[in-house]
Structures are given as C-alpha cells and as structure tokens.
C-alpha cells in the first residue's frame, strides 16, 4: 500500500539552529512528494514539492530532495526563525493524497 | 483571491444533531476533498469528488455524506452526530486527480467541530 512516517514531534530549536525533520515512504509506482505547513488556526499551506527522483524542491529556505533509493524526502533548513513554528506535514500523492502524522515544530527566540 | 472558504469556522452541536459543513473554491478545480484532522493521526479523507457529479470514499467515510452541488462546492452532512466526531475538518481542491504538478492542494481554513 501507499503510506508516509514521519518524525515524532514535537521539536523545539533555538532560532538559527539547523532544522531535520525525516519523512520515509512507502508506495505502489511513482508518486510526486510534498511539504505542507499549518499555523496555528490556519489550513495546511503547500511549502514546496518534487515530482521525480533525485528532483529538489525548495522554498523559503526550506529544502526536500526525493531519494528514490531511501524512500525519502526529509526536510531541511539551514537557520530556523521563530516565524517557522508549525505544523509541517510529509505527503504523497499516487492517484490520491496520503500524509503523514505531523510534526510539531516551536522555535525560541 | 479568496482560493478555498469553509463555514461555519466553529460549531458545537449535541449528539443526534445534524449540520452541513460548506465549502466553496474559487479557483475552477476539478477535484474537491474533505479530510479530518485529529491529534496524532494527521489528515484522514473522509470523501472526495473527483469530478463535478462524482463522490468516492475515502479512508473514513462512515457517519457522513457529500453532495457535489456545482464545480465550485462540496458539501459534507453528518446526519446524527457523535462524539467520535469531534474534530478539525478541512476542504480541500485541486486541479486535478493526477499525480504530479496538477494535483497540488489547496486547503480552507478549516472547521472546528464539537459534539457534546
């Protein structure tokens, strides 16, 4: 079947400290890749996406590369602002979405 | 550009009462979907239309029912509600169903339910 695990949360960075958080998946072909973000009140927001193998998607200084050959798709940042405390969600889609649990993110000033 | 509007954006409802959850999009998308969202298990589909005059289930689609009104809304009806309902409930439309740049999601707001 098709699924996305991603890291526990919740995770708490100092601003400017370096951010993972790990998504694997599982799924039956080849499926586009996807973070979302949701902040407090607010519906989930596209952060940035990758469509193939070894493709980068990138946005805000966030980064994601599709790793066909780890089934993975981790997030990254080089310097956390408080401004990124969230909820980021790992997603696949393969005729129909599947995201993962969450994970919470707080950064302090 | 107002992309996806969900309403009401809060309800408390007692146990056997029924309500409509609305959403409309604004952005001529094909496909319209409803999900919940509940502590530690993220998004779960409850429904979703593919196409105007189409529904499927989703993954939860048990105490609930849709309706496809139009492109633009999707409607979702919980006919006697339970406390096992109480949750965030999100809209959500794309442009398509395919897998790739076309099947990007755009959320509302969401809706905060209660059932006492």
């Known amino acids: 079947g098709n699924s996305v695990t991603q890291m526990e949360g919740p995770v708490t960075l100092s601003e400017e400290a370096f951010l993972t958080i790990n998504c694997t998946y599982t799924?039956?072909?080849?499926?586009?890749l996807f973070w979302y973000v949701q902040y407090p009140g607010e519906g989930l927001q596209l952060l940035l996406k990758a469509t193939k193998a070894d493709d980068k998607g990138s946005n805000k200084g966030f980064e994601a590369t599709y790793r066909k050959e780890t089934t993975s798709f981790h997030l990254e940042k080089g310097s956390v602002q408080v401004s990124d405390s969230a909820v980021y969600f790992c997603a696949l889609t393969i005729n129909q979405f599947y995201f993962g649990t969450g994970t919470s993110l707080t950064v302090i000033p | 550009n107002a992309g996806v509007t969900q309403t009401p954006k809060f309800q408390v409802l007692k146990t056997g009462q029924s309500m409509t959850l609305q959403c409309a999009q604004d952005?001529?998308?094909?496909?319209m979907y409803w999900y919940r969202q509940d502590p530690g298990m993220g998004l779960r589909l409850i429904y979703y239309s593919a196409s105007e005059g189409t529904t499927d289930k989703g993954e939860v689609p048990n105490g609930y029912n849709v309706s496809r009104l139009n492109k633009r809304e999707f409607s979702l009806r919980l006919e006697s509600a339970a406390p096992s309902q109480t949750s965030v409930y999100f809209c959500?439309?794309?442009?398509?169903?395919?897998?790739?740049?076309?099947?990007?999601?755009?959320f509302g707001a969401g809706t905060r339910l209660s059932v006492l």
């Open positions: 799924a039956t072909g080849y499926p586009s």
């Open positions: 952005m001529n998308h094909n496909s």
């Open positions: 959500a439309s794309s442009e398509g169903r395919l897998s790739g740049a076309k099947n990007i999601q755009y």
